[in-house]
């Protein structure tokens, strides 16, 4: 990493969705590439890789020094990013995961003038509703702390008086949280010219996989999958794989309906950009894609499944509910019958 006099911008992502929230906010905040370092913080696993490293070279990234922090060397790395760090002044520090003890290493072990969190799907609800009831807790443990410590990491900085989030939610500012909308101007920019406007194959209805629920997950899933099949007869009907998500529990899950499971390899808001399909309606009990596709594709119909079993393991799901609403995204109950 070079040593310039000009202070460094470093984003922290782990995820697809962090990285586009990411790309967002180096437009926003006026970030050049050559003073700035995009850090790839032990993605999942290589679903999530192949997803990173794509949006990094759509997006822009290519001029922007980039370390990727693997799970199979990520300590080594890490000691070596931190030593680097330390030398440079950095005048902010995007984060995309506020309950991630990997990305709290950053924005508590160094020095930064402006500390600003970026979207993390439906998390960011929480995380915003966390710093008003308890403030920026810590999540990393007394022996991670020592670890740390070995590979020279002080954890010093203590939480900004006020907290900044960079989102595509409609969340308030206070007086503990100042906030700044976007409607993803970047994103919009790079795929515009890709959607076909002339698609004269049937269109599809795309369910859209999440790994949510916990034990209940798979009977609740198997129910809104029925549920879509019924409200859209003889449709062909695509379920989008969450990159968490594997054939080997949905498949025989979903057996007997008329249902194709696709990995798509990228975002589904990539997907549907560059994709000739057409699409009838998107559909999900709680998916943030729900609300990111609504914001992107406004003339798309998107469905949000009232499941009442899964409502109250979802935080602050009447809110959530209302804000896939205020940009459009309609509600159907499972105990509708078809369309």
């Avoid at 500390?115 to 991670?144: M, N, P, Q």
């Avoid at 007869?233 to 054939?247: A, D, L, N, Q, T």
Wanted: hydrophobic content about 40%; glycine content about 6%; proline content about 4%.
């Amino acid at each position: 990493m070079k040593t310039p006099d000009r202070a460094l911008n470093v984003f922290v992502a782990s995820t697809p969705l962090q990285l586009i929230s990411c790309s967002e906010a180096r437009h926003h905040y006026g970030c050049c590439a050559k003073d700035s370092l995009l850090i790839i913080a032990r993605p999942d696993n290589e679903e999530t890789e192949s997803q990173m490293a794509f949006l990094s070279g759509v997006l822009g990234w290519q001029g922007t020094e980039t370390i990727r922090l693997e799970k199979t060397t990520f300590y080594f790395r890490l000691g070596g990013v931190a030593r680097a760090l330390s030398r440079r002044a950095i005048k902010r520090m995007f984060i995309g995961n506020k309950a991630s003890w990997i990305h709290e290493v950053f924005y508590r072990g160094f020095d930064t003038e402006q500390l600003v969190f970026v979207d993390d799907g439906l998390a960011t609800v929480t995380y915003y509703h966390a710093i008003h009831d308890e403030g920026l807790a810590s999540r990393i443990s007394r022996g991670k702390a020592r670890l740390l410590r070995v590979l020279g990491i002080l954890l010093h900085q203590s939480a900004p008086t006020v907290i900044a989030f960079f989102t595509f939610f409609p969340l308030q500012s206070t007086n503990k949280v100042r906030t700044v909308v976007h409607d993803f101007p970047v994103f919009r920019e790079t795929f515009q010219s890709c959607k076909s406007t002339e698609r004269q194959d049937a269109p599809m209805v795309g369910f859209l996989g999440q790994p949510f629920g916990g034990d209940i997950r798979l009977n609740r899933l198997r129910h809104q999958v029925e549920h879509v099949v019924q409200r859209h007869p003889g449709k062909r009907i695509v379920y989008f794989m969450h990159r968490k998500e594997s054939r080997g529990e949905l498949e025989p899950l979903l057996s007997g309906l008329p249902v194709e499971l696709r990995q798509a390899g990228r975002p589904i808001e990539v997907e549907v950009a560059l994709s000739e399909a057409r699409y009838q309606a998107f559909y999900s009990f709680a998916s943030t894609a729900l609300f990111t596709l609504k914001k992107m594709f406004p003339e798309t119909r998107v469905f949000q499944i009232d499941d009442g079993a899964l409502s109250a393991q979802l935080p602050y799901y009447d809110e959530v509910v209302s804000m896939f609403q205020s940009v459009g995204v309609e509600r159907t109950s499972l105990l509708e019958s078809a369309i």
